[in-house]
């Protein structure tokens, strides 16, 4: 149907690259354009606020993700100029800001995955929390307690909201700041689990997040690695990992969580560590 009312504007692979590159977010559409569309993105904008129904504002994302709160510009295009939304996944609800804290929706089989992983009982810190979107979707699942840091002061104070919206008060713990201060300060050998969704700066925060694991503890080690053949990418952040690492480590699985460029992958590799 969208492909079909794109047809008076774009070519039909101009329109398959475009539908496959738009990402819907509550009632906000937010579209990359290719260079070569660029001088069309006002009437793409129309189209999509047109045909998608419960679309709201479309944005055309005029940067990367980028700096240290992951964040990126958008362009409103087509609709309201309003980047807050509501976000629903697995029976939990987020507010979130697209703009001003990050968000992405594909990452929710990985958060499904982790919130399955956690068991009764668990303290999980999550050092790079964002608007607490694993943080809530693990304690709703499971009775556990999460540690929810981020150093972006809108993403704490949207994560404190969520909390409160999902009825986790107690449950999950907002606190703003850097991560590594945070755990030197309150909270070193706390977590029977740990998260550690900054890719691009594992390594570098590795050893707070031993710091905050207990011994025998689980430690999600998300990182970016390039791979010629796809099958090898988790064997490649194993050996990463076990290159790095200061303490004994029982290497439990590895996996793509999703590719992030062309033989470029995001991938977590889960370790007990002894220590
Ligand atoms: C890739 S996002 C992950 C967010 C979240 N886990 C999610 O999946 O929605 C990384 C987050 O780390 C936060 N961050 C960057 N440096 C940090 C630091 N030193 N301490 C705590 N949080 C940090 C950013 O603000 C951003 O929200």
Do not use: W
């Amino acid at each position: 149907m969208l492909k079909k009312a794109l047809a008076s504007v774009l070519s039909e692979k101009e329109s398959e690259d475009l539908i496959s590159a738009f990402d819907q977010i509550g009632d906000i559409i937010i579209v990359r354009i290719p260079d070569t569309l660029l001088p069309k993105k006002k009437i793409i904008g129309e189209t999509l606020l047109n045909e998608v129904k419960i679309a709201r504002s479309v944005y055309y994302q005029a940067s990367d993700v980028e700096g240290d709160f992951r964040t990126r510009n958008l362009e409103i295009l087509a609709g309201e100029d309003n980047t807050e939304t509501e976000y629903k996944e697995f029976g939990c609800k987020f507010i979130v800001d697209v703009e001003k804290a990050f968000f992405s929706p594909r990452l929710s089989t990985e958060r499904e995955r982790i919130a399955n992983l956690i068991q009764e009982g668990e303290i999980v810190t999550n050092m790079f929390a964002g608007v607490g979107m694993f943080s809530i979707m693990a304690a709703k699942k499971k009775k556990c307690t999460v540690y929810s840091l981020d150093i972006n002061p809108v993403a704490s104070k949207l994560c404190e909201k969520n909390i409160e919206l999902n009825k986790l008060a107690g449950k999950v713990i907002s606190i703003n700041g850097d991560a590594s201060k945070i755990i030197k300060e309150q909270l070193e050998n706390k977590s029977d689990r740990t998260l550690m969704l900054l890719p691009e700066r594992s390594d570098e925060f590795l050893e707070s997040a031993i710091s905050t694991t207990k011994n025998g503890g689980t430690i999600h080690y998300y990182s970016h690695i390039h791979a010629d053949k796809k099958s090898e990418a988790g064997k490649l952040s194993e050996a990463h990992y076990l290159q790095v690492t200061p303490v004994k480590s029982e290497i439990l699985s590895s996996k793509i969580v999703r590719a992030v460029g062309p033989r470029y992958y995001q991938t977590v590799v889960d370790v007990k560590i002894s220590k």
